[in-house]
């Protein structure tokens, strides 16, 4: 039995320039696309992008509105700026204006 004897340069450069030929002999004996079929494709393809650009603005809409009731319950739950000391006065003077209404 023979050792393994590796392959030169040019028989590397003749099996690639082969393999090249069959490629390309592979794909001009391919049939060309039926028209029909063809614009069915495209018809399938821009169903698909329209449905996946209707998803994309619904999940916008639906990420402006959640962070417009964040922003809202945010402004909600902000904490009250304190009353100035006439305010106060005022508030409990009206507290003891109605305790005395009550009373009459």
Do not use: C, H, S
Not at 8 to 28: P, V, Y
Not at 39 to 44: F, G, Q, T, W
């Amino acid at each position: 039995m023979a050792a393994y004897k590796e392959p030169g340069f040019d028989a590397r450069r003749n099996a690639a320039a082969e393999a090249r030929a069959k490629a390309l002999a592979k794909l001009k004996a391919k049939t060309p696309i039926d028209p029909a079929v063809q614009a069915e494709r495209i018809a399938k393809a821009q169903a698909r992008e329209q449905a996946q650009a209707e998803k994309r603005q619904a999940a916008k809409e639906r990420r402006e509105r959640e962070a417009e009731e964040k922003a809202a319950a945010a402004a909600a739950n902000a904490p009250k700026p304190e009353l100035t000391e006439e305010e106060r006065k005022a508030a409990r003077d009206a507290r003891y204006a109605a305790r005395k209404a009550r009373r009459k």
